[in-house]
């Protein structure tokens, strides 16, 4: 159980386009999904906490406005990478946790998602 | 916020050794400790996980030790094989999320 897939697992794009990179939890309901961004060699970096019907939460120094992020249901949250540049190129990682893990704090990671933008 | 500290950045251990890695943080609300490996190009995935009621949790050849007072926990691995070699994240926080440390990347030696 406790599987999270992410969609697409790559893509390359032209910059000044928008990308969406949904993230779905496909044997449970998650209530929290967070978004990470891993450069080559770098650990993960959080970048935004996802709760289902409300507004997303921003770690520091992520541009709110670039990096979109919708939960509209609890098996599915999208990230949307708009006007992407150069430096926008990562690995970007979603996880989901579920209440019904009891008391368990786990998140469970996405395959991840390969941004080149040109 | 929180903040992890993770050493060494490179740990090489012959085969059939233990290897030995440390993590420090600095949020005492922390509670939750999990352990990832990563194989290049793919996600993490979880090989153990403490939380801030335990000590210490031994898995086969995967162990993990918390020492809440200094707030640092260490993974410790033995009988090191082949397939152990990856990039082990630590981890620490709670129902916020988690804050990862920089990695070390574990090479056996054959």
């Known amino acids: 159980g406790a599987v999270v897939s992410q969609h697409p697992s790559w893509v390359i794009c032209k910059s000044g386009t928008s990308v969406k990179i949904e993230c779905r939890s496909l044997d449970f309901q998650a209530t929290t999904m967070f978004w990470y961004r891993q450069f080559p060699k770098q650990s993960l970096m959080l970048m935004a906490t996802s709760n289902e019907g409300s507004k997303a939460t921003y770690e520091q120094g992520v541009e709110k406005d670039k990096f979109l992020i919708n939960h509209a249901s609890l098996t599915l949250s999208t990230l949307t990478v708009t006007s992407a540049h150069p430096e926008d190129s990562s690995f970007y990682i979603c996880s989901a946790r579920s209440p019904g893990q009891g008391a368990s704090n786990e998140q469970f990671f996405g395959p991840g998602t390969r941004l080149t933008v040109l | 916020g929180e903040n992890v500290e993770q050493h060494p950045s490179t740990l090489s251990v012959q085969e059939g050794d233990s290897a030995v890695i440390k993590c420090t943080y600095s949020?005492?609300?922390?509670?939750?400790f999990p352990w990832y490996k990563q194989e290049l190009g793919k996600r993490p995935q979880l090989i153990i996980d403490i939380r801030s009621n335990v000590g210490e949790k031994k898995d086969q050849r995967i162990a993990v030790t918390l020492n809440k007072t200094a707030k640092h926990f260490s993974l410790h691995i033995t009988e090191t094989q082949p397939e152990d070699s990856a990039v082990y994240f630590c981890a620490g926080g709670g129902a916020d999320g988690l804050t990862f440390g920089k990695g070390t990347h574990l090479i056996i030696q054959p």
């Open positions: 949020d005492s609300a922390s509670n939750y």
